[in-house]
């Protein structure tokens, strides 16, 4: 690890004059970027920490919640108001990493979180998202838990927040702050595709800090659920993922939303799976459909076509379960 300074922000402008500095990067809970300071693979000058920032959970005049940046993992599960209005919300921070690590890591920074690859961790190895240019050894490589939505030549990694795929599927929209003010970022958007710069894992411009989440009201959120497969039950990350929440009516699936993780780079919004759905009646043969158009797309690698079919059927056994669940509440 190399050496840095540290200095801690007491607001939000002088956390952005700190971070203009050169060689300077925000540090939340440190789960992620203190593990990659000591593999060498982020080497920051000065940390510039912003833990004591935006730690409240507020209610929006809309009927929604604003979910500050410096707020803990486990504070937002914990969270009466996320456990009821939002639960799968709570149900995806509950199923990622430990303990420990939720008592640390702050919302901010889990949307930060860059890649679990093992190639992107691995000096030995080619790795485009790591040293721009070298290639991706990946591709070719022992690939199980890599993308099979939304990759390109240069990487196929896959994005490991849990956190994120909920948020994803609640519309929820990030409020960051820059030396030119502040501007909202739709989750959906926050987080890139690999294209030809890999390396580049958020539409952050330089030096901009993520101030709060914003969840809208949503006629889904309270009917929601997070399913997390992986290859054992505790402090694994997810070979799929889904995030989802049905709105009924009559028997007919009114309002839907479906996002997907440990399938792409980023979160994985299911909009054609949800544009199949809506209108239609919650029958096991459409749900199964829905899911089967949304991964039509799917391009496996040698290891993972796998994803194909389980993804498939854990939205189809997702969606069923609310179904069910709606349909017995009635």
């Known amino acids: 690890m190399n050496p840095f300074q540290y200095e801690r922000a007491s607001d939000v402008s002088a956390a952005l004059t700190a ?38 959970i507020e209610e929006t005049q809309a009927g929604g919640l604003k979910i500050g940046a410096g707020v803990k993992n486990t504070a937002v599960a914990a969270d009466r108001r996320v456990r009821e209005c939002f639960p799968l919300l709570a149900q995806a921070i509950l199923a990622g990493a430990s303990a420990q690590i939720r008592n640390m890591a702050t919302v901010g920074g889990n949307l930060m979180q860059r890649t679990r690859c093992l190639y992107f961790y691995d000096d030995a190895a080619r790795c485009n998202k790591r040293a721009p240019g070298e290639g991706c050894d990946a591709r070719d490589g022992f ?8 990759a390109s030549e240069s990487c196929v990694a896959t994005h490991p ?6 948020l994803a599927a609640l519309d929820a929209v990030v409020t960051v702050r820059g030396r030119n003010g502040s501007r909202d970022i739709p989750l959906i958007a926050f987080h890139r595709l690999p294209g030809d ?54 028997g007919m699936i009114k309002d839907v939303r479906i996002a997907l993780g440990g399938v792409a780079h980023k979160p994985w919004r299911a909009e054609r799976a949800e544009a199949a759905l809506r209108g239609r009646p919650a029958t096991e043969a459409a749900f199964r459909q829905a899911a089967e158009a949304e991964l039509a797309s799917a391009q496996p690698l040698r290891d993972n076509a796998f994803k194909i079919e389980l993804a498939t059927r854990v939205i189809a056994d997702t969606l069923g379960k609310l179904t069910k669940a709606q349909g017995a509440a009635q």
């Open 197 to 250: 710069t890999p390396q580049i894992d958020t539409v952050l411009e330089p030096g901009e800090l993520i101030i709060a989440v914003t969840l809208p009201p949503n006629g889904i959120a309270a009917r929601s659920s997070y399913r997390k497969v992986r290859d054992r039950a505790s402090y694994a990350f997810a070979l799929v993922s889904v995030a989802a929440g049905l709105q009924m009516e009559g």
């Open 161 to 166: 927040s849990d956190m994120c795929v909920a």
């Open 143 to 150: 690939n199980r838990n890599h993308a099979v939505l939304g």
């Open 19 to 56: 971070r203009a500095r050169a060689g300077a990067q925000y540090l939340g809970g440190g789960t992620n970027l203190i593990d990659l300071m000591r593999e060498t693979i982020e080497h920051p000058d000065v940390l510039v920490d912003v833990t004591g920032l935006s730690r409240d």
